[in-house]
């Protein structure tokens, strides 16, 4: 079983995403929909603290891809936190740790995001000062 929690008022104006358990083919529709819900505030930063998650199947990475996708659209940006072990080694060996930031810890993730993305107002000021 998988227990995801969002916090959308983490660290650094991020929003935090705990999975807990792990995240198998029977859970995949779940996790679908809990991250449809977060993506349509449109957020900017996003952690994924999967420091807490044992075993994800193939199928639960391609759900984070497709999500950090929409984020992108966005101009944002998803990081990785606490990912170890096999789940690690997955993101690794199929090169998904150049799509997400990747770090050891959700503080380490916010500080991250934090230089990478600067604030929603800060960007639309940018935008127009190029206009």
């Given at each position: ?10 660290p ?5 995403i ?43 990475l ?19 936190a ?10 690794r ?39």
């Open positions: 079983m998988l227990d995801i929690q969002t916090d959308a008022q983490g650094a104006d991020c929003v935090t705990r999975l807990t358990g792990d995240a198998t083919l029977r859970e995949i529709d779940a996790m679908q929909l809990h991250l449809r819900r977060v993506g349509s505030s449109h957020p900017r930063r996003v952690i994924i603290d999967l420091s807490r998650v044992g075993f994800m199947a193939s199928l639960a391609g759900t984070l891809v497709e999500f950090t996708s929409g984020v992108k659209t966005r101009d944002g940006r998803v990081a990785i606490g990912a170890t072990g096999m789940n690690l080694d997955a993101i060996r199929s090169r998904l740790d150049t799509l997400f930031v990747m770090s050891e810890s959700v503080d380490a993730a916010a500080n991250s995001l934090r230089q990478l993305v600067p604030p929603h107002d800060a960007a639309a000021e940018s935008t127009t000062q190029r206009l």
